[in-house]
């Protein structure tokens, strides 16, 4: 019993500093050149490594070399067990924001050992409050949207897309 208990201890404990040595900017900025074949540019961003916790602050994301958005803090936490990704205050450049709506306040994106199947998001910003749930087995996208007056007034056609619930959330499911 004692063996197995300082094999778990060591296991653990060895995986944790991986996790906390990993050369995360590397692989952050391979993540960027990848992202660059894309004509994705992420530029202007003040990146720091925490150990467990990858932080992107001040970033500006360039698509087809357009601004698209300002992102204030975008924050990676990863654990053996549980992981996330929280995005605060992303703006939408100006010249976009007859398409999309304008803010998005907060985002929060979790992965978690204990339903390994499944990854959360949560959101709330301009457009309204926003849940949803990636069933990874199903290969499947289920969103609830509780849409601010803003989005139901000026991004009607979003909302033609999705369902509405009797409660007046609009659902959206996806197969990918």
Do not use: C, W
């Not at 991986?18 to 992202?35: A, C, D, V």
């Not at 976009?96 to 998001?121: F, G, H």
């Amino acid at each position: 019993m004692r063996f197995i208990f300082k094999l778990l201890f060591y296991t653990i404990t060895l995986l944790l500093m991986i996790i906390f040595f990993l050369p995360k900017e590397n692989i952050y900025y391979f993540g960027e050149k990848e992202l660059k074949k894309y004509n994705i540019i992420i530029s202007d961003e003040k990146v720091e490594d925490k150990g467990l916790e990858f932080n992107i602050k001040d970033s500006k994301l360039y698509f087809e070399q357009i601004k698209s958005v300002d992102i204030e803090s975008l924050s990676i936490l990863t654990t053996i067990g549980y992981n996330q990704l929280v995005i605060k205050n992303i703006i939408v450049d100006e010249s976009l924001q007859n398409l999309v709506p304008s803010r998005l306040d907060s985002a929060n994106i979790i992965y978690s050992i204990l339903d390994p199947l499944v990854i959360t998001i949560d959101g709330v910003g301009s457009f309204g409050k926003l849940k949803g749930v990636v069933y990874l087995i199903d290969r499947k996208i289920v969103l609830e949207l509780l849409p601010s007056k803003l989005m139901k007034s000026k991004y009607k056609q979003h909302l033609s897309m999705m369902k509405k619930q009797s409660s007046g959330v609009y659902r959206y499911e996806n197969s990918f």
